[in-house]
């Protein structure tokens, strides 16, 4: 995972990690809201790579 560091609210679990064919993984991902007024909406992007060569990039708005 790369990290934004104006994203630093936002992590995934794990960060990095291979599989082998045909196996799955579950990922946790945390979002903080530690010092955010109430009504502040704050977006980001999780981005999954795969060196399959099939649909090789899955992304989470």
Excluded: F, H
């Amino acid at each position: 995972m790369v990290t934004d560091p104006a994203q630093g609210w936002l992590s995934v679990t794990p960060a990095t990690g291979e599989l082998a064919k045909g196996k799955s993984v579950t990922l946790k991902v945390t979002a903080s809201s530690a010092g955010v007024p109430p009504g502040t909406v704050r977006t980001g992007k999780l981005l999954v790579r795969s060196a399959s060569g099939r649909n090789r990039r899955s992304r989470s708005p």
